[in-house]
C-alpha cells in the first residue's frame, strides 16, 4: 500500500523568502504526485503533478516540485513566499490505477510573516 | 463553469437524525470520491465509486452509506451510527482512467457540526 509523510507540522517563514515543504513516499512502482493547498474552511485546489518525464514540474502560482526517485521524495518549493500562500500544502500519491484513489499526507501549515 | 457543487455549506445534526450532504459535478468524470477531513489531520477516505451504480468503501466507511444512480450525483448520508460525524466532508471527482484520472478536483466542501 501507498503512503505519504509530510514531516513538517507548521513551517513559518517571512514574506519574500524561500520556502521548501518535504514530502515523502512510499510506493512500490512509479508514483503518480500531486501538491494540493487548500485555504481555510475551503476546499483542495492541485497546484501540480507529477506522472512521468522531466522530473522537476511547474505549477500554479509560482510554485515548483521535483522528483527524486532514489530520495522518495517530492519536495514543493518556491523562490518567493507571498502572504497569500498562508495555506495548507497537502503532498498526495496515486495508486497508478483506475481507480484515481489517492492517499494524502497529514498537511503542512504555512504561516507567512510580514 | 464545470466543477463540483457542494450543499449545504454548514449542515447541524441532531442526536439519531441522519443527514444527507449533497456532491454534483458537471465535469462528465467517471470517479467520484467523499474524504472526511478532522482538524490538524489529513484527507480520510469514506467512499468511492468509479461507475455509477457501483461504489467500494474507504478507509473509514463504517456510520456512513452512499448512492450513485446518477454520473453527476454521489450523495453522502451520515447515518445515527455515526458517533462522531463533525468534521469537514469533501467531495472530489476525477476523470477515473489512466494516469490523468489520478487527479482530483475538489468541491469547496461541508461542515458537519453536531447539535
Known amino acids: 500500500a501507498q503512503s505519504v509523510t509530510q514531516p513538517d507540522i507548521h513551517i513559518t517563514v517571512s514574506e519574500g523568502a524561500s520556502l521548501e515543504l518535504r514530502c515523502n513516499y512510499s510506493y512500490g512502482a512509479t508514483p503518480y504526485l500531486f501538491w494540493y493547498v487548500q485555504s481555510p474552511g475551503q476546499g483542495l485546489q492541485l497546484l501540480l503533478k507529477?506522472?512521468?518525464?522531466?522530473?522537476l514540474v511547474q505549477g500554479i502560482k509560482g510554485f515548483e516540485a521535483e522528483f527524486k526517485r532514489s530520495q522518495s521524495s517530492f519536495n514543493l518549493r518556491k523562490p518567493s513566499v507571498h502572504w497569500s500562500d498562508a495555506a495548507e500544502y497537502f503532498c498526495a500519491v496515486g495508486a497508478g490505477t483506475n481507480a484515481g484513489k489517492s492517499t494524502f499526507g497529514d498537511g503542512t501549515t504555512l504561516t507567512v510573516k510580514p | 463553469d464545470g466543477g463540483i457543487t457542494q450543499s449545504p455549506k454548514y449542515l447541524f445534526r441532531k442526536e439519531g437524525q441522519n443527514v444527507t450532504l449533497s456532491c454534483e459535478q458537471n465535469?462528465?468524470?467517471?470517479?467520484m470520491y467523499w474524504y472526511r477531513q478532522d482538524p490538524g489531520q489529513g484527507l480520510r477516505l469514506i467512499y468511492y465509486?468509479?461507475?455509477?451504480?457501483?461504489?467500494q468503501k474507504g478507509d473509514i466507511a463504517e456510520g456512513y452509506s452512499v448512492s450513485r444512480e446518477k454520473k453527476e450525483s454521489f450523495p453522502l448520508t451520515v447515518t445515527s451510527a455515526q458517533k462522531n460525524p463533525t468534521a469537514f466532508y469533501l467531495c472530489?471527482?476525477?476523470?477515473?482512467?489512466?494516469?490523468?484520472?489520478?487527479?482530483?478536483?475538489f468541491g469547496p466542501g461541508t461542515r458537519l457540526l453536531v447539535l
Open positions: 465535469l462528465n468524470h467517471d470517479a
Open positions: 507529477y506522472f512521468s518525464g522531466d522530473t
Open positions: 465509486s468509479q461507475i455509477v451504480n457501483d461504489f
Open positions: 472530489a471527482s476525477s476523470m477515473g482512467a489512466g494516469a490523468y484520472g489520478e487527479t482530483q478536483y
